[in-house]
């Protein structure tokens, strides 16, 4: 599996910026597709993650202010965010859990990087 990640950039505060996320690969079905962050010297944390079954997850720091929408015919999730703040700045990875004959497999895409600064 795949995970081809764009979108990020620079961006002033309260501005917004826009992630996709597209998947390719072999699998029964994707279960959950989602965006994880890592700010410098912090550990990655979960930002927003959607369900197959349109059930949607967000971190309590971007709640309100981020949106995931996915779109299970083009294996795709994208992540508008809108009302940056500098604390947002980090690099952004596309996660998916699919699932194929071995059973469930976690991938990460390479990582995109946001940076809100004035």
């Known amino acids: 599996v795949q995970l081809q990640a764009s979108g990020g950039g620079l961006v002033q505060p309260g501005g917004s910026l826009r992630l996709s996320c597209t998947a390719s690969?072999?699998?029964?079905?994707?279960?959950?597709m989602g965006w994880y962050r890592q700010a410098p010297g912090q550990q990655r944390e979960l930002v927003a993650v959607?369900?197959?079954?349109?059930?949607?997850n967000y971190a309590d720091s971007v709640r309100g202010r981020f949106t995931i929408s996915r779109d299970n015919a083009k294996n795709t999730v994208d992540l508008q965010m809108n009302s940056l703040k500098p604390e947002d700045t980090a690099v952004y990875y596309c996660?998916?859990?699919?699932?194929?004959?071995?059973?469930?497999?976690?991938?990460w895409g390479e990582g995109t990087q946001v940076t809100v600064s004035s």
């Open positions: 690969g072999i699998w029964f079905y994707i279960n959950r």
């Open positions: 959607a369900t197959d079954g349109g059930s949607t």
């Open positions: 996660n998916a859990d699919t699932v194929d004959s071995r059973g469930h497999m976690e991938s």
